[in-house]
């Protein structure tokens, strides 16, 4: 019979309508005495109004120095079922396409050799599994990993690449986000799992400018999916959607930032060649508007949390990229960013970090990238610039 | 070179700076290429057996280090 | 019984093993979608093949038991096949219209909830907090829970002028895209940590204890074979707690959240902006923060009243001005309001254009 606390400010919490994230430690806790102290040293937080754990840089499986994030708690005495109580990141799918089959052995496993708790998912992006001890570790890696699963990016590493739904389930995807994920994730399995970079990295990919993996504000490396052509209208849908009570002038045609739409009351206009790609179109007439001509990214990099020189959004380093199996060109792109930053990179200095400090300009030259105006909002405001010998001979 | 002797001479550096600097795998792979004169692949390579066999362990402390495992 | 053998470098398994049949048959080859409800979408592919969506909220904090029964309801319905979305919320995936009714029957009568599509409040990402996080300065499970149930309206049925994206960082290492939400929830400790000199001595190394701080605020104090902490430089970020756990960040009276808003990830109409700070802070009320949600609420309320159709908070905050905005929502403005971090000079006003 596993341990039993009194709860009486967390059960505040199993009131209302949302889904109870209390219920289910209850639900665990009454299998699993780490579960059982993880609830009971949580009231404890409630009451005290701060937490009780410490963090824990000495645990992992055998060879890798990734994909395991110690933890223990500060107040073993009271709940030693929790004073070690790890965290596991397997490595999510592309997406996050599971089959039912596969939960249930990952419950299976999970219920035997941890907690019973997880996050579907953790905001990297991989099936955490919350709440181990150290033994428990090497057992856990072997099933998963003999059943064709292997631990997640932490610590100075890559971390584990995610994406946006893209096509397996939706229309505006220009790239195959899913692909390009698997693809980058498999071949850099060692930069994932033995961390020798300066920091983190991030890779995400999302199919169109809408963003649904948040790639511009928390990822190294965005890639983006964007084209080069027209956008087909379909004339009949657009009289459908005004028919359906849509105010295609406020709505659609007022609302596009580049103001290259016009609409007569029966005819949308879209002047091609000033559209910035932003979706808002698209997104709103699905039916009626569909991007046509090459797919292909724009990849960005940089954004970052406000430590220590302040948030960032990642910014276009290569405005268009073709990106087809067996992405190459992307592949080298990164090799190359990894190369800049392991020659120049300090501990804990991210990679945008490190191309503000040392500037754009040594960074696209390393890369051997060009300067094109579609990598700047605007020029520079001072006339106080360098020039190298090369310059000068030019 | 053999790569054990390679593995000695990254345990040997990492032994003698642990308590004043903790060393990255980058920072190994660095020094030992130059003062040996091999390539970065080749140390990487007698890094990756000394943790798979256990006598290094991959640590973090807001960073990720490699260090001696503690007794 | 002998552990399996592990293998290493594997990576994860191929998606496509665990794409429904529709999918893998018009992978890429969708055409369009409709939003049926709250909770329902169908896709329709170029084929003429159909697939609904139901989506479900989850407090992304989940038991076995939970997923289970998630995995007999996707047996029973959906072939087996179920995704997770970005924001912790669970899709089933029916290829089949006929199961589209008891599946919704079933879940209604398990109490899940759905919705999240369309322009509604969808889940909200958050991080670990007093859960599982060492330097959380509130616990963000709470929080999210107690403003899902308020706003569970608005996730299920009722439509706001575009999506509001809400999150929840549980300290300032944000783990989560907060900084670029509709209106977020941070927490944060508010004053330079404590050092029990005679622990740091036996349990810390002192180099790695002062190259964790991030603004180099921790310097040696020798005669206690110690550090101390320079208290101009430092910014509460709770690093060095995690290097040296002697050094105490967390503080019961002074810790608690900020509220941010105006942020946004997506290109569309405008670009991605950062959430700008509207409230600097409000006290930790566990166990439901019933001061948070209030200012949420204020300030969602303000939104829903003043937005046109399909502008994000920070557009309708762009279009009337920052000024507006705090004179409509009635929130103090402060010294901390205004920036003196590196991109201050980007942020003070420089044009005599402004409203009363
Ligand atoms: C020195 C700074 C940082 C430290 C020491 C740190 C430490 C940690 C730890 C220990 C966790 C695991 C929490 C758990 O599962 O128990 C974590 C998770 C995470 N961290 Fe950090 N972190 C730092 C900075 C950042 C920053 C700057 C970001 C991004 C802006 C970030 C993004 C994340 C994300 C996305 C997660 C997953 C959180 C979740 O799934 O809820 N971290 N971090
Ligand atoms: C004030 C409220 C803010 C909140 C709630 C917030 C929240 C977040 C969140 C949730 C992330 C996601 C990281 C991930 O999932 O990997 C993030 C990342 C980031 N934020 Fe913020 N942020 C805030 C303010 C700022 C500010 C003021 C800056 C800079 C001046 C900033 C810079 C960044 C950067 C650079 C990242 C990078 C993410 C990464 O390192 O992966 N943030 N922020
Ligand atoms: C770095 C390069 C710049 C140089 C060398 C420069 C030089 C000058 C000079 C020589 C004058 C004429 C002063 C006079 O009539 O006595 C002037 C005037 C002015 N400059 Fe600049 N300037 C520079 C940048 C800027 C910038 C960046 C701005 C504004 C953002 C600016 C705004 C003005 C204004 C408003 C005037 C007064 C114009 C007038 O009296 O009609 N300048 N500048
Ligand atoms: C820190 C740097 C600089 C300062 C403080 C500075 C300041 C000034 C000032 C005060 C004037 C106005 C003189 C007047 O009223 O008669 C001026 C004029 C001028 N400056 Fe600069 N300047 C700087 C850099 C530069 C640079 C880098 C350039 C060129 C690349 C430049 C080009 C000029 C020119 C062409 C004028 C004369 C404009 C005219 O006669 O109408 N200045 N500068
Ligand atoms: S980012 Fe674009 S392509 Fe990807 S799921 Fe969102 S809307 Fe679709
Ligand atoms: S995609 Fe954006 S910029 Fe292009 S026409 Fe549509 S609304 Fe305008
Ligand atoms: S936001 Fe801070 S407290 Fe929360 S999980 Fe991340 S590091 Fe921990
Ligand atoms: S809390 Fe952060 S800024 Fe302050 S001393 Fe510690 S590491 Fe430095």
């Given at each position: 019979m596993p341990k039993k606390y009194e709860t009486p400010l967390l059960d505040e919490l199993e009131k209302g309508p949302f889904p109870s994230f209390v219920t289910e430690i209850k639900k665990a806790a009454a299998r699993s005495d780490m579960a059982a102290d993880e609830l009971g040293q949580l009231e404890k937080s409630y009451r005290d109004k701060r937490g009780y754990w410490k963090h824990g840089g000495i645990v992992g499986v055998r060879g890798y120095g990734s994909g395991v994030i110690g933890r223990y708690s500060s107040l073993a005495d009271q709940f030693p079922d929790v004073a070690n109580f790890h965290t596991v990141r397997i490595n999510c799918t592309s997406g996050f396409f599971y089959t039912s089959k596969f939960l249930k052995e990952m419950c299976d496993i999970w219920d035997k050799y941890g907690s019973g708790l997880t996050n579907l998912h953790g905001s990297t992006g991989d099936l955490v599994l919350l709440g181990t001890n150290t033994e428990n570790l090497e057992p856990i890696f072997a099933e998963f990993s003999s059943r064709g699963w292997d631990l997640g990016g932490s610590g100075s590493a890559l971390r584990t690449p995610s994406c946006c739904v893209g096509p397996a389930r939706c229309e505006w995807s220009n790239i195959d986000t899913l692909g390009i994920t698997y693809s980058v994730t498999q071949e850099f399995q060692d930069e994932m799992h033995r961390p020798a970079f300066p920091y983190k990295f991030k890779i995400k990919t999302a199919g169109c400018a809408v963003d649904c993996i948040a790639s511009i504000a928390r990822a190294d490396l965005s890639i983006i999916g964007t084209w080069k052509g027209k956008i087909a209208v379909d004339q009949g849908e657009v009289a459908n959607y005004a028919k359906k009570g849509m105010k295609i002038q406020e709505e659609i045609v007022n609302k596009c930032p580049s103001k290259c739409m016009s609409y007569d009351g029966k005819e949308l206009k879209i002047d091609d060649d000033n559209c910035v790609?932003?979706?808002?179109?698209?997104?709103?007439?699905?039916?009626?508007?569909?991007?046509?001509?090459?797919?292909?990214?724009?990849?960005?990099?940089?954004?970052?949390?406000p430590f220590v020189i302040g948030a960032t959004l990642s910014w276009v380093i290569v405005p268009f990229m073709k990106l087809e199996e067996p992405y190459d060109e992307l592949k080298d792109l990164i090799r190359k960013?990894?190369?800049?930053?392991?020659e120049h990179g300090k501990n804990r200095e991210?990679?945008?970090?490190?191309?503000?400090?040392?500037?754009?300009?040594?960074?696209?030259?390393?890369?051997?990238?060009?300067?094109?105006?579609?990598?700047?909002?605007?020029?520079?405001?001072?006339p106080f610039f360098f020039w190298t010998e090369a310059d000068l001979q030019k | 070179m053999e790569k054990a002797e390679v593995a000695q001479k990254i345990y040997e550096l990492v032994e003698k700076s642990t308590g004043k600097k903790k060393l990255k795998s980058s920072d190994i792979q660095k020094t030992i290429s130059a003062d040996l004169n091999i390539t970065r692949d080749d140390v990487k390579a007698a890094l990756k057996d000394l943790v798979d066999e256990g006598k290094l362990i991959y640590t973090y402390f807001g960073g990720s280090f490699v260090e001696i495992p503690p007794k | 019984m002998a552990a399996p053998q592990r293998r290493t470098d594997i990576g994860p398994p191929h998606f496509k093993e665990f794409l429904p049949p529709v999918i893998q048959k018009n992978y890429g080859d969708w055409k369009h979608h409709e939003v049926l409800s709250g909770g329902v979408m169908v896709h329709t592919a170029n084929s003429g093949d159909k697939l609904w969506s139901v989506r479900v909220a989850s407090p992304r904090l989940l038991s076995t038991d939970t997923i289970r029964d998630y995995a007999a309801m996707a047996e029973k319905y959906c072939g087996g096949y179920i995704r997770f979305t970005t924001r912790n919320n669970v899709e089933f995936l029916v290829s089949d219209e006929k199961n589209l009714e008891p599946l919704q029957k079933e879940l209604n009568s398990k109490k899940y909830m759905m919705g999240g599509i369309g322009p509604r409040i969808s889940n909200i990402v958050h991080?670990?907090?007093?859960?599982?996080?060492?330097?959380?300065?509130?616990?963000?499970?709470?929080?999210?829970?107690?403003?899902?149930?308020?706003?569970?309206?608005?996730?299920?049925?009722?439509?706001?002028?575009?999506?509001?994206?809400?999150?929840?960082?549980?300290?300032?290492?944000?783990?989560?895209?907060?900084?670029?939400?509709?209106?977020?929830?941070?927490?944060?400790?508010?004053?330079?940590?404590?050092?029990?000199?005679?622990?740091?001595?036996?349990?810390c190394e002192i180099p790695s204890t002062i190259a964790a701080c991030p603004t180099g605020a921790?310097?040696?104090?020798?005669?206690?074979k110690s550090v101390k902490i320079n208290a101009d430089k430092c910014m509460y970020c709770g690093n060095c707690f995690t290097v040296c756990p002697p050094i105490e960040i967390h503080d019961p009276e002074y810790d608690g959240v900020a509220i941010v808003v105006g942020g946004k990830v997506g290109n569309l109409r405008s670009n991605p902006k950062f959430s700008k700070l509207a409230i600097p802070f409000i006290k930790n009320n566990p166990p439901r923060w019933p001061e948070v949600t209030a200012a949420v609420k204020k300030i969602l309320d303000a939104y829903i009243a003043g937005a046109e159709k399909h502008e994000r908070v920070g557009e309708w905050i762009e279009r009337i001005g920052w000024e507006k905005f705090f004179k409509i929502t009635g929130l103090p403005f402060t010294f901390q309001h205004i920036d003196d971090f590196v991109v201050a000079r980007e942020t003070f006003r420089t044009a005599a254009t402004f409203k009363w």
């Open positions: 790609r932003c979706m808002h179109c698209i997104a709103k007439m699905t039916k009626a508007l569909k991007p046509t001509g090459e797919k292909g990214a724009t990849i960005l990099m940089g954004s970052k949390a960013m990894w190369e800049f930053w392991d991210r990679i945008g970090e490190l191309v503000i400090r040392k500037g754009m300009r040594e960074f696209l030259e390393f890369i051997g990238i060009d300067p094109v105006p579609q990598q700047v909002k605007e020029p520079r405001r001072d | - | 991080t670990q907090g007093w859960i599982h996080c060492h330097s959380a300065a509130s616990d963000a499970s709470g929080i999210v829970k107690v403003l899902m149930d308020e706003f569970a309206d608005y996730f299920t049925t009722k439509e706001t002028p575009n999506k509001v994206r809400l999150a929840v960082a549980c300290c300032v290492n944000m783990c989560g895209a907060v900084h670029c939400s509709d209106i977020a929830v941070v927490a944060i400790h508010r004053k330079v940590p404590t050092i029990d000199h005679d622990k740091v001595k036996n349990m921790i310097s040696p104090e020798p005669s206690k």
